[in-house]
């Protein structure tokens, strides 16, 4: 028998540069661990943020450092505008300072990363991946504007796009759009995966423990950014309608005074708690300490419609049942998997009634899904399984081994 040879693997750098702070970035994160655990070195060029140091290094082995200036969540929508096009500016003029020899490789996380990607590689060399996470036209703000400014972002970032060596993005559906839409080759798909946890291991009680709750009482978990069409609103709705349990909403984002406030005027306040958002490498004990995960997402834009969010597929990892919208990009997982119950985001009723559904479970089959669903984590939609294209993508780009 004939034994193939050992691959031997060389160092190599990659710049991974975020459009915020990297605080809570957690596909950006997964990657920087997933390289620096291989020993390649690793710099993720992040946004100066509130209380954060500008250099830093994580505990998984790779650096941190940031550039330019905060912005203030609290910022009216025109003002946040020009303040994160100034941040985006600055980060831009220094970005190439904060990095300590040429890459191999500069992975740019969404439209506002790429041309901080394009500058470093422009300037120091490396091959310049182009992570679109959204449909960047019709997400956020950017789909509330009027046609002729999100057809002019439309050409800005095909033009932006065409100057990289490859196009990644997190499903199948936005790499069909995005292939016409920017005149590449077909987007190389890594999805928006997580690390399961140990199936069968004592699952935590962090918010039971962290609010002086009965350990009886389900939880209801939303996390993620506090921002418009998450269906946050319709949510904190819905807990009037699911006695006994409590929804705790843990996240971040300029909206969370707002949400506060709806909390504080529901019927179900006193079952309903605010959380600050924690770092991704602590997310997935939390997650695993709910009973029930909410994504109530809005249908309010293509970008929403299509989305295969990070908190699918950390529920999923987590072995923890969803809510989730009836849409076209997370359904198809949801339905595959028997993962949970899909919904009507924008009616708060039924939203409680996919709540309710899943709480009043026997033992067995709650049982039964959670074996299910962290089965598939730890396959088809583990994060080792997405990461291995990643490798190999960046094997093509660079000519060595990974």
Known sequence: MTLEPAVTRESQRVVIVVPSSGAFDARAHRIA???????????VIARAGADLPMESADA???AIRRAGRAVRPDLRTPLRQMRQLQAIAEQRATAIDLVPSRPDVVHAMGLMGLPIGLAVRDRLGGSLVYDARDLYPE????????????????????RWARRADRVFTV???LAGLLQARLGCAPPVVVMNASDPRPDGSPGPRRFHERLGLDP???IVLYQGGFSPGRGIGELIEAMSGVPGAHLVLLGYGRLVAEFRARVD??????????LPAVAPAE?????????????????????HRLATPNKLFEALAAGVPVVASDLPGMAPIVRELDAGVLVDPSAPASIAAGIRTLLEAGPEERDARRHRIQAAAASRYGWQTQFAKLLAEYERLTGRPW
């Not at 661990?33 to 710099?43: D, P």
């Not at 939390?286 to 970008?303: C, E, F, K, M, R």
């Open 139 to 158: 997400a956020g703000n950017l789909a509330r504007m009027p046609a002729s400014v999100r057809h002019l972002v439309g050409m800005i970032e095909r």
């Open 216 to 218: 009886a009482i389900p």
């Open 33 to 43: 661990v997933g390289l620096a655990a291989r020993g390649h070195e690793v710099t």
């Open 60 to 62: 998984s082995g790779y």
């Open 283 to 303: 997310l997935l004990e939390w997650v695993a300490s709910a009973d029930v995960v909410v994504i109530p997402i809005q249908g309010d834009t293509l970008n």
């Open 265 to 274: 005027h529901s019927a179900a306040a006193s079952r309903i708690s605010l």
């Open 171 to 173: 499903n199948d559906a």
